[in-house]
């Protein structure tokens, strides 16, 4: 078996902002995992909020590969668990080998991953297309350059609600439209009393859903 590493810079097509960072190039580190003749691809981005490098990803693969290489297991669910003490401080590095493990198993089964999950690509989930901040006007050049039934609109600035109203204008010509709202920590409660101190959003997140959704973002009819 063989371990391969590579960090790529993925140019982006908008410069993507969101409450605490902006890049306009995405530093993704691409894992190739080769056996028997047959290889798997896994791969994880760099993210500053949490810490991650490009550099900090490979020490920890590389300090895994003795493991890795040791042949101390057979499926990618008992890879998993041999990694939880090594990745602990870096869950990204993990889940790029992840990912391989399960492309170089399943190929080696002579499946897809979906095949080998027993999964239907017809009846996955539909994701959403999200637009970083900027301005109003930009932000509504972006929703409209990919017609996609469910938006994901970041947000954390001073004018959030009028984003989220201008925006909504945008999709309401379609009865399937939907936007998620996605402060990336950057909205505080305001309920007294909710908890001893200041905590992200997320944490009320089913609250905030709730109440934007009965004041902003009803579909009319």
């Not at 938006?151 to 001073?158: M, N």
């Not at 009865?175 to 992200?200: F, H, I, Q, R, Y």
Request: aromatic residues 10%; neutral net charge; contains cysteine.
């Amino acid at each position: 078996m063989n371990l391969q590493v590579q960090g790529f810079d993925l140019p982006l097509k908008h410069r993507f902002t969101i409450a605490h960072q902006s890049r306009e190039v995405q530093e993704t580190l691409i894992v190739r995992l080769e056996d028997e003749g047959l290889y798997g691809l896994g791969e994880s981005t760099t993210n500053p909020f949490y810490g991650i490098t490009l550099d900090n990803m490979q020490e920890a693969l590389e300090k895994f590969k003795p493991i890795l290489l040791g042949g101390g297991w057979t499926t990618p669910a008992e890879l998993w668990e041999l990694g939880k003490e090594v990745f602990q401080s870096n869950p990204f590095a993990q889940c790029a080998l992840d990912l391989a493990a399960w492309d170089l198993y399943t190929k080696k089964q002579g499946k897809k991953l979906y095949e080998y999950l027993g999964l239907n690509p017809a009846q996955i989930p539909t994701t959403n297309f999200t637009i970083g901040i900027d301005t109003v006007e930009k932000m509504c050049a972006k929703l409209k350059e990919v017609d996609w039934p469910i938006y994901k609109i970041k947000l954390g600035t001073a004018h959030d609600l009028e984003i989220v109203r201008e925006l909504r204008k945008h999709t309401r010509s379609s009865e399937n439209s939907e936007s998620t709202p996605g402060p990336s920590s950057a909205w505080m409660p305001t309920v007294p009393g909710l908890w001893s101190k200041p905590s992200p959003i997320l944490r009320s997140w089913p609250l905030l859903v709730s109440n934007l959704s009965s004041n902003l973002w009803q579909k009319t009819t």
